[in-house]
């Protein structure tokens, strides 16, 4: 068994990203993050923080947007239209959750999609459909990222995921077709999932449950991604796969954590700094 190790990798994404950003300062582009955030979450608060120190450490300008929990949709709405706007700015990014009275998807269909950094904007979701260029939400687009730097084929591979959210599991369908993965997707009213995931030659899990994918789930050499970041009954933060003996089946297994979640980082960085290309070299 081999350890996928996202920490790692980032890591090298990030220091590649570092380079790439002083380079682009020559030529008087700045990429720039522009992050909102309603309501005092304090997760969202951590996320947050530790977009800002990934910026600060790559050389991408960061500025943060504090919204009053009692903000109105319009008030929200009037922000992120003003973002688009400024020229100064690469790349949006709304961080969720925002209180239960706004709309989300309407902010999100209001960012521009060329500063759409999350790639949760309908125009990238339906480019990332038909295979043209655009922004991949940041945590598939990390775990492709993953599969390709180990090498790991995927042409002709039997995938399986397990969860259908608009963030993780429905990207991630297209990301593997791009890559000639035969896919299935399970989720909730599923039947028979055991079945289904012992055919994958890659099984990723990405539900919210904890420990969900046990051994006898998984075929023998298959490749395990873990998505989920779940806090167990002592409050330590563990994956949607019992590693321990899931491990001992797999070919390759990614740790939670040190898996995916820090993939999911370095890939926002990656995004923000081509926003930045996109948008400034198409004008010079
Ligand atoms: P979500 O929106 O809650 O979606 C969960 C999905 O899992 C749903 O499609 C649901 O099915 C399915 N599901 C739930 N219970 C199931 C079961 N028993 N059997 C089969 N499918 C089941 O979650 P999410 O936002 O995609 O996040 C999933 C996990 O990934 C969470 O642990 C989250 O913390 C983690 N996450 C990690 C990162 C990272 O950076 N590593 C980023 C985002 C999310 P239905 O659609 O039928 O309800």
Same mark, same amino acid.
Request: glycine residues 8%; neutral net charge.
């Given at each position: 068994?081999?350890?996928?190790?996202?920490?790692?990798?980032?890591?090298?994404?990030?220091?590649?990203?570092?380079?790439?950003? &002083?380079?682009?300062?020559?030529? *008087?582009?700045?990429?720039?993050?522009?992050?909102?955030?309603?309501?005092?979450?304090?997760?969202?608060?951590?996320?947050v923080r530790n977009k800002s120190k990934a910026c600060n450490e790559i050389g991408i300008e960061f500025e943060e947007f504090l919204m009053d929990k009692n903000t109105k949709q319009e008030e929200l709405i009037n922000l992120i239209n003003k973002l688009?706007?400024?020229?100064?700015?690469?790349?949006?990014?709304?961080?969720? !959750?925002?209180?239960?009275?706004?709309?989300?998807?309407?902010?999100?269909?209001?960012?521009?999609?060329?500063?759409?950094?999350?790639?949760?904007?309908?125009?990238?979701?339906?480019?990332?459909?038909?295979? *043209?260029? /655009?922004?991949?939400?940041?945590?598939?687009?990390? #775990? +492709?990222? %993953?599969?390709?730097?180990?090498?790991? !084929?995927?042409?002709?591979?039997?995938? #399986?995921?397990?969860?259908?959210?608009?963030?993780?599991?429905? !990207?991630l369908i297209q990301c593997l077709l791009n890559k000639n993965a035969t896919v299935t997707i399970c989720h909730s009213k599923t039947k028979n999932i055991e079945e289904i995931t012992r055919e994958a030659d890659i099984l990723i899990a990405a539900l919210?449950?904890?420990?969900?994918?046990? &051994?006898? %789930?998984?075929? *023998?050499?298959? #490749?395990?991604?873990?998505?989920? +970041?779940?806090?167990?009954?002592?409050?330590?933060?563990?994956?949607?796969?019992?590693? &321990?003996?899931?491990?001992?089946?797999? /070919?390759?297994?990614? !740790?939670?954590?040190?898996?995916?979640?820090?993939?999911?980082?370095?890939?926002?960085?990656?995004?923000?700094?081509?926003?930045?290309?996109?948008? *400034?070299?198409?004008?010079?």
């Open positions: 068994m081999e350890l996928i190790n996202g920490k790692e990798l980032a890591k090298k994404i990030r220091e590649e990203l570092k380079l790439e950003v &002083e380079e682009l300062k020559k030529q *008087e582009i700045k990429p720039k993050l522009a992050v909102i955030m309603v309501g005092d979450d304090k997760a969202s608060e951590v996320y688009n706007q400024r020229k100064d700015i690469h790349g949006i990014l709304l961080q969720s !959750p925002i209180p239960n009275h706004l709309n989300i998807r309407e902010a999100f269909n209001t960012i521009n999609y060329t500063k759409d950094v999350d790639g949760f904007n309908p125009i990238n979701v339906g480019k990332l459909s038909i295979g *043209e260029d /655009s922004f991949i939400s940041c945590t598939p687009y990390g #775990v +492709i990222k %993953m599969l390709e730097e180990y090498n790991i !084929p995927l042409e002709g591979k039997r995938a #399986v995921i397990i969860g259908r959210s608009n963030i993780v599991g429905k !990207p919210g449950k904890p420990k969900f994918v046990k &051994e006898d %789930m998984v075929k *023998e050499n298959a #490749v395990v991604i873990d998505v989920g +970041i779940n806090r167990n009954e002592e409050g330590k933060i563990v994956g949607d796969v019992d590693f &321990e003996n899931v491990s001992k089946k797999a /070919s390759y297994i990614t !740790p939670v954590p040190g898996g995916v979640g820090p993939m999911t980082i370095a890939m926002l960085m990656n995004n923000v700094v081509k926003a930045a290309k996109n948008i *400034e070299l198409k004008n010079k």
